[in-house]
């Protein structure tokens, strides 16, 4: 399995910006579907964003058109641009790597196999 780790999180006003990256090592990702959640205390947790091995991105309705994710194959790392920021978009952010290479894209968090840490995101009003 990958390890991963998700840097870039921290304090943020509402409408600023973060740049959330995951670094991954043991193995390549650039034949592996990448996601983006996240988890507010109390709740479970939520897709953000995907990007396909093949790099077709989608993004859950709460973040579409403020969140920007892609995906570095030389680097192998995954990013996720956030800008206007939102106090309900304070979480942590998790970066995962899909069970299989070349798997159908899926929202499912079960479907990842491989986790980074989390890194928290907060934003003030």
């Known amino acids: 399995q990958a390890q991963l780790v998700e840097s870039g999180g921290g304090l943020v006003q509402a409408g600023g910006s973060l740049r959330l990256s995951c670094a991954a090592s043991r193995r390549t990702i650039s034949d592996y579907g990448m996601g983006w959640f996240r988890q507010a205390p109390g709740k479970e947790r939520e897709f953000v964003a995907r990007?396909?091995?093949?790099?077709?991105?989608s993004y859950a309705d709460s973040v579409k058109g403020r969140f920007t994710i892609s995906r570095d194959n030389a680097k192998n790392t995954v990013s996720l641009q956030m800008n206007s920021l939102k106090p309900e978009d304070t979480a942590v952010y998790y970066c995962?790597?899909?069970?299989?290479?070349?798997?159908?894209?899926?929202?499912?968090?079960?479907?990842?196999?491989?986790w980074g840490q989390g890194t928290q995101v907060t934003v003030s009003s």
């Open positions: 995962a790597a899909s069970r299989l290479p070349y798997a159908s894209a899926s929202y499912d968090p079960n479907d990842f196999g491989s």
């Open positions: 990007i396909t091995w093949g790099g077709v991105t």
